[in-house]
């Protein structure tokens, strides 16, 4: 990581999960193209994930609590210094030169606010069924012995085959396509969205869901930034929920979130149906 001003903050949230940490790391290192710092948000990690983020130089917030997903991504804007922000979960395992991907095509689509793709959706609602069936069956042959370093490495070993070339493929057939909606696991946004937008609402645990509606009806009623949108050509493998099966800690700011629902009328919220 650079010590100069990166062009890139990546925010994650982490409680416990070191076998995931770690790979996460490795491949943060091995894939990313730009100069980037990691700020790390650690709830009360009780397994020295915290201690092993700073052993590789991440700046790392020690919460005494674990804090919901907008306050933790907030503390990590509060100290961020990189021109694009990227809020990635820890789960997941990113494409060579994702960053590059997300950029490039956040420039050329002028777009503010992107997100990857992944097991969630791609191009193609029977492209998406297609493939989180075959991840469904993978995760729960291999699952079955555990979310240990070993295992995590060979789901996605079976997943994908030859990683490097399935996202190869992706870049070059979808280069600087993107559609209209979001893939929550990878969020990058610039300063720019940041300024119009302000941060993440801390009432909102459902963080990425309320900012593609807070990106969509601002696009509607000012005009000044667009719908968040997803990149084609850029995949990030994400292991869902199977990495939280040794639970989490209820919220120190429970009392604070409210549904999604009390923010959003039922007509803006078929925004997301649409999308």
Same mark, same amino acid.
């Not at 606010?113 to 993978?138: H, P, Y």
């Not at 429970?254 to 549904?259: E, M, R, S, V, Y």
């Given at each position: 990581?650079?010590?100069?001003?990166?062009?890139?903050?990546?925010?994650?949230?982490?409680?416990?999960?070191?076998?995931?940490?770690?790979?996460?790391?490795?491949?943060?290192?091995?894939?990313?193209?730009?100069?980037?710092?990691?700020?790390?948000?650690?709830?009360?990690?009780?397994?020295?994930?915290?201690?092993?983020?700073?052993?590789?130089?991440?700046?790392?917030?020690?919460?005494?609590?674990?804090?919901?997903?907008?306050?933790?991504?907030?503390?990590?804007?509060?100290?961020?210094?990189?021109?694009?922000?990227?809020?990635?979960?820890?789960?997941?395992?990113?494409?060579?030169?994702?960053?590059?991907?997300?950029?490039?095509?956040?420039?050329?689509?002028?777009?503010?606010?992107?997100?990857?793709?992944?097991?969630?959706?791609?191009?193609?609602?029977?492209?998406?069924?297609?493939?989180?069936?075959?991840?469904?069956?993978?995760?729960?042959?291999?699952?079955?012995?555990?979310?240990?370093?070993?295992?995590?490495?060979?789901?996605?070993?079976?997943?994908?085959?030859?990683?490097?070339?399935?996202?190869?493929?992706?870049?070059?057939? *979808?280069?600087?396509?993107?559609?209209?909606? *979001?893939?929550?696991?990878?969020?990058? *946004?610039?300063?720019?969205?940041?300024?119009?937008?302000?941060?993440?609402?801390?009432?909102?645990?459902?963080?990425?869901?309320?900012?593609?509606?807070?990106?969509?009806?601002?696009?509607?009623?000012?005009?000044?930034?667009?719908?968040?949108?997803?990149?084609?050509?850029?995949?990030?493998?994400?292991?869902?929920?199977?990495?939280?099966?040794?639970?989490?800690?209820?919220?120190?700011?429970?009392?604070?979130?409210?549904?999604?629902?009390?923010?959003?009328?039922?007509?803006?919220?078929?925004?997301?149906?649409?999308?």
């Amino acid at each position: 990581m650079s010590e100069q001003k990166p062009k890139l903050s990546i925010i994650t949230a982490v409680y416990n999960q070191l076998p995931m940490n770690q790979i996460y790391w490795e491949n943060l290192v091995k894939h990313t193209k730009h100069s980037f710092e990691l700020i790390v948000i650690d709830n009360a990690s009780t397994d020295a994930s915290a201690d092993f983020f700073e052993s590789v130089g991440a700046r790392v917030i020690r919460n005494s609590g674990n804090y919901s997903y907008p306050v933790s991504q907030n503390q990590g804007i509060a100290i961020a210094k990189g021109e694009w922000l990227a809020f990635l979960n820890n789960d997941i395992i990113v494409s060579d030169g994702w960053d590059e991907t997300l950029i490039a095509n956040a420039e050329h689509n002028q777009l503010d606010v992107i997100t990857s793709c992944g097991i969630e959706r791609i191009e193609s609602k029977a492209a998406t069924k297609k493939l989180r069936r075959r991840w469904n069956r993978i995760r729960g042959l291999v699952g079955l012995f555990g979310t240990g370093r070993t295992c995590l490495l060979l789901m996605h070993k079976w997943m994908y085959g030859n990683w490097a070339a399935f996202c190869k493929d992706r870049q070059t057939r *979808f280069k600087h396509q993107a559609v209209e909606g *979001f893939v929550g696991n990878t969020v990058m *946004f610039s300063r720019r969205a940041l300024a119009i937008l302000g941060p993440w609402d801390e009432t909102q645990q459902a963080a990425d869901f309320d900012l593609f509606l807070r990106t969509a009806m601002r696009a509607r009623e000012v005009g000044d930034i667009r719908p968040m949108h997803i990149a084609l050509d850029c995949f990030n493998h994400h292991y869902i929920r199977l990495t939280m099966k040794g639970g989490y800690p209820p919220f120190v700011d429970k009392d604070k979130l409210i549904a999604l629902e009390q923010k959003w009328t039922p007509e803006q919220r078929a925004l997301l149906i649409e999308n």
